[in-house]
């Protein structure tokens, strides 16, 4: 009877290590192909992120695509970068082309504090010009009043008159006084 139970107690252990051992490669085998299938969700996952098609092609395949899809798009940030830089210095070089203009040193300024120069410098000449403007039309205005006085002198009517045909008027009288003395 010992005999006959170790027996049966062998064979189960000798069955169920079997069973036990086929359990495990079942599992290990179920748990790869989940992990395949986790990586090539991962992986479309990305390469819809970077518009890559991945119907019928192999892992290595879609990869490769993402690698030449990030290379493009490097590319072409750099590109736009470069391209950003060269407008900059387009902008920085008419900024320093109108602060010469204007009389503005550019020396060791950025391209804000060059910016802020030229507009004080703008108002600066308008206040000048304006200035300008206004001392011409006083000068303007004593060479008229001066005008009014002489064509008083000569009995010129000033009337509704411009200051040349003021003085044409006061060239007449002269012209007129003249040939009387004659």
Same mark, same amino acid.
């Given at each position: 009877m010992k005999k006959l139970v170790s027996s049966l107690v062998m064979a189960t252990l000798l069955f169920s290590g079997i069973s036990g051992v086929t359990a495990a490669d079942a599992a290990v085998t179920h748990s790869k192909a989940e992990k395949k299938e986790e990586n090539r969700a991962k992986l479309n996952a990305k390469a819809a992120k970077w518009g890559v098609e991945t119907t019928d092609k192999a892992n290595r395949e879609v990869k490769a695509a993402i690698q030449e899809a990030k290379a493009a798009k490097k590319a072409e940030n750099a590109e736009k970068k470069a391209a950003k830089e060269a407008k900059k210095q387009e902008q920085l070089a008419k900024l320093n082309e109108k602060?010469?203009?204007?009389?503005?040193?550019?020396?060791?300024?950025?391209?804000?504090?060059?910016?802020?120069?030229?507009?004080?410098?703008?108002?600066? *000449?308008?206040?000048?010009?304006?200035?300008?403007k206004a001392a011409k039309e006083a000068k303007k205005q004593e060479q008229l009043q001066n005008l009014k006085e002489k064509a008083a002198?000569?009995?010129?009517?000033?009337?509704?008159?411009?200051?040349?045909?003021?003085?044409?008027?006061?060239?007449?009288?002269?012209?007129?006084? *003249?040939?009387?003395?004659?």
């Amino acid at each position: 009877m010992k005999k006959l139970v170790s027996s049966l107690v062998m064979a189960t252990l000798l069955f169920s290590g079997i069973s036990g051992v086929t359990a495990a490669d079942a599992a290990v085998t179920h748990s790869k192909a989940e992990k395949k299938e986790e990586n090539r969700a991962k992986l479309n996952a990305k390469a819809a992120k970077w518009g890559v098609e991945t119907t019928d092609k192999a892992n290595r395949e879609v990869k490769a695509a993402i690698q030449e899809a990030k290379a493009a798009k490097k590319a072409e940030n750099a590109e736009k970068k470069a391209a950003k830089e060269a407008k900059k210095q387009e902008q920085l070089a008419k900024l320093n082309e109108k602060a010469v203009k204007l009389g503005v040193d550019t020396a060791g300024k950025t391209a804000k504090e060059v910016k802020a120069a030229i507009k004080e410098a703008k108002v600066a *000449k308008k206040a000048e010009n304006a200035e300008k403007k206004a001392a011409k039309e006083a000068k303007k205005q004593e060479q008229l009043q001066n005008l009014k006085e002489k064509a008083a002198k000569w009995g010129v009517d000033t009337a509704g008159k411009s200051a040349k045909e003021i003085k044409a008027d006061i060239e007449a009288m002269k012209a007129e006084k *003249k040939e009387n003395k004659k």
